[in-house]
């Protein structure tokens, strides 16, 4: 917290933890601690100060503490852990020692009451990484569906992790650099590394914001160390501290629904196109029966993307949640989450559309075809003004520069990694004469 509070963060505040919404670049460590800027109901004032974090994610590495997460180990006999966890997750887990799992916990009527990452460790623990505000509500969601024979237990060790997500191209050159190990690894698996004379560190495969990356599992005693030395490391690829707003802004973006807004207890897989997380050929797990039903009867809202058209960023009132949408002029939906989107150059929101029929007490499923139907005018209300929308069921095609290159159509703007950089220095080193 002091070092990122020395650097620059403005802090925000989540389940009692203070988050660096995002850096002031401009911040020098005797000043005092940088503050939120009055608020507005436009374009922030922060508005270029998160477009460079975003892009130094897209196109560099950046440093994203997201210590926050709630942790658990979940451990047992081989066979009674397993069982439980494929009771109460709607995804198969029973995966390879080593491997990541992303999968939801439904209750009786489908809706979510967890949405995680489940790590296998061993045969017999888990290490499960939930949403911040999930820290006391799922421990005792879990708590009440152990098994009577104390064959699996449940432990808390939020507090024992400092965890820094390391997102970017450059981020495998600079781990690689880091540990002195090939970190070439598939994607949603993850391995411990020796990062000095810190040991014990869980690398993942994943990031939170659907960029290339690493996800590091720190022992908190070495949080600082490990902090300093990718910043020092890091500084030769650009690395940049970056708040929870970029990456809140390069989710949505990419269609990736958030716990509480998208993700609740009464929202299903099936209404936020996350089936692909649901194994529904499982023997059993909690919710089943209701997805299944939902699946056969139509889904009566679903969650959609909206791209504002005809919508001045640095002038119109922006959309900030909750407003209403329109299409062919009735209500069918509102509004979850905004952000504006620096790859479509456009701004983004996500929301839930219902039938008109539907509200009007005659539940209809929402087709696909009726959210598509090109002939249908689609607003939302922002402050009294119809803004035109365009709406989508599926994420937006966007070029991604991966750890091994840019897309050919790919045109960076200001973070363009030479990547695999180390490796192609010591390619020419190896070829010189001694």
Known sequence: YSECEA???????????ERALYFDPYHHREDPPAELPEGSFGKPDFFDHIEDEYLVCREGVGLIDMSSFAKFIVRGDKTSVVNYLQMLCSNDVN??????????MQNEGGGYE??????????NSFFMVSPTQQQTRILEWMENHLPEDNSVGLQDVTSMYTVLSIAGPKSKDLMEELSGEDM??????YKEVNVGYASGVMVMAVTNTGEPGYSLYIPSEFALQIYDNLMKVGRDYGIRNVGHMAMRFLRIEKFIPFWAEELTSITTPNEVNRTFKVKFDKEYFIGKDALLKQKNEGVFKRLVQFHLEDFDKDEDIW???????YRNGEFVGFVTSTAYGFTLHKMVALGFVQHPLTLGGEKTPVEAAWIADRTASWTIDIAGKMCPVTVH????????ITQEGAAADYKPKKHYPNVQLLKKIKERESKSPN
Do not use: Q, S, Y
């Not at 995966?95 to 939801?104: A, E, N, Q, S």
């Not at 949405?115 to 460790?121: E, V």
């Not at 069921?393 to 991604?400: A, E, F, S, V």
């Open 7 to 17: 650097r620059g963060a403005v802090f925000g505040e989540k389940m009692g933890w």
């Open 95 to 104: 995966i390879p020692v080593g491997g990541i799992i992303p999968t939801g």
């Open 114 to 123: 967890n949405d995680c990452l489940l790590i296998r460790r061993d045969t």
């Open 184 to 189: 070439t690894m598939h994607p949603f698996t």
């Open 319 to 325: 959309p900030w949640g909750g407003e209403a949408v």
């Open 393 to 400: 069921l599926h994420p937006p095609k966007m070029p991604i």
